[in-house]
């Protein structure tokens, strides 16, 4: 006979909160919750159904028109539906991933496993939060109850007709909780059958990364090259060492006003609980004020500690380009003292691109810098100031940030190392399409005399692809001696990440688990960052279709 825990005391719990010692289930609101007493006797409740003698504990829940049961060992916790970041090459069951609590969780689909119509999520949708090896969410269309059920009286299936396969099923509850039959679903088994890769992908990871370590190690920049990110400012084109940017940032919608301060001086802003001070080249130059917009950016500059964020029109594009291809101001040109921010040129497009290279250290050197950097201070009280100057050690000591390109295909964000791209250049009008190229090839671009060739990522990644718009980009990635470009959605940003903010993303196919190995868990700013490994863009066949256009 089964034994189901009554309304009061199994249906009052918590949704919202993580299981201590006992999975819990609510009905309530979430501003509606028990107080400790009432959960203590939910405790006790669940405590005393699953302690009787060869009684189990199982939730029952709803997907589709079939009613399940689970064992509630393995279930953590049930929680509403949270928002999902969608993960390319995943299998079709994956909804995406979510934070919970600082921690990526898949969130996954029954209906879709089971091949059950769509629907959307409403009040009563929830997912089960289930340890099976690794946290996993399932969707469920409702959570009906938790009971506790006698052992002897869960059935084998026998010769039952259902629209799931009995395969992941481990029995029948017979007359139970108002229902007739309820299947008993295996998580193990399901998990076994819709993911069988992923317990042979977990055993290769090491051996996975060390190859991916070596690969890197290959592509590091060549001494007689120069990587720069360039800008714009009243239209004229400028550009500074890559190493010496630290980021890349939107101006934000509320800057600090520093009062009696330098026409130079923007204001302070607060960056990951630094102030960081901002000046605007315009003024620096002597140029007219123009207002801010949507592509004015703030590259964050760094030396010796001192950060300060130099707000510009425009961020272009990362450069790569030879040392042969730049040359020192010329003399009649060179300036000292305020003006002598500009030290060299580099001459692209055979000269009919010109670029004015900076330096950080001239930059700091500059008296408007230096005002600023001390006004920014003086904006600081005494404890505010030590405050600063603690952050600062812990950032001192850390050193071990990893520098990405933020780049976006629809709504997701995606990162690769910076030391990866060899540079980034806008689509052109229309790519030259090559006769018997492989079908991935969307055609190729003549960049400074060599052919490269040009993939669309979204096609790369199973993504839907869309017309071309001004904010696309081609970003080039050096894959085995093969210069290839991908065509991304935007370039965000350039943007350092704590490395204790990284971690490997959860192993759902093959393909993704190399190509989307890591993800960054920005929890704060509540952004996931899918981190693209470039070796992995390309398959060994496709490089060699690939070296063969590009000849």
Known sequence: MTKRISKQDAGVALLEEPVLDEPVLDRRAPDDQPDEAAREDLRESVRAASTQQGTQQFVTFLSGDEVFAADMSPVKEIIRVPQVVRVPLAPAAL??????????LPIISLRRLFGFPELEHDDSTRA???????????????????????????????????????????????????????MVLDFAKLIQREFSQIAAITKNTSVASAA????????????????????????????IAIEDV???????????????????????????????????????????????DEKSRIVVLTLNGVSVGVVVDAVSEVLRVSKSGVDALPALLAREGNLAEVTAICRLDNGKRLVSIMTARNLFDHSAIKSAIKEALNTVNEGELESSM???????????????VIFRLDKEEFGAPIASVQEI???????????????????????RGTVLPVIDLRLR???????RTDRQRIMVFLISDVRTGFIVD???????????????????????????SRMANLEKQKRMVQLIDPPHLMGKQELVALAAVAG
């Open 128 to 182: 089960l939060v289930i340890d099976v090896g690794q946290p996993l969410g399932f969707v469920v269309d409702r959570v009906s109850s938790v009971m506790g059920v006698d052992a002897g009286h869960i059935e084998d299936l026998g010769s039952i007709s259902t629209t799931v396969n009995t395969e992941v099923l481990s029995g029948l509850i017979k007359d139970a909780g108002g229902h007739a039959m309820i």
């Open 461 to 467: 990644l199973g993504l839907k692809q869309v017309e």
């Open 425 to 447: 250049v806008r689509v052109p009008e229309e790519l030259v399409r090559v006769p018997q190229a492989p079908s991935f090839v969307e055609g190729v671009i003549n960049l």
């Open 390 to 404: 603690e952050a600062k050690a812990v950032d001192d000591n850390l050193d071990d940030d990893e520098q990405v």
């Open 490 to 516: 935007q370039v965000a940003e350039v943007l350092k990440i704590p490395k204790s903010a990284i971690e490997a993303a959860p192993q759902l196919s093959s393909e993704q688990s190399l190509l989307l």
């Open 95 to 104: 909804e995406g991933l979510a934070n919970l609590r600082g921690k990526v």
């Open 212 to 239: 991916q370590a070596q690969v890197q190690s290959e592509e590091e920049d060549s001494s007689d090259e120069l990587q720069l990110v360039s800008f714009n400012v009243e239209g004229q084109e400028y550009a």
């Open 246 to 292: 630290q980021e890349i940032v939107q101006v934000p919608e509320a800057v600090i006003h520093v009062p009696h301060s330098e026409s130079h001086v923007l204001g302070v802003m607060t960056l990951r609980n630094r102030l960081l001070p901002l000046v605007r080249l315009r003024r620096i130059f002597g140029l007219p004020d123009s207002d801010l």
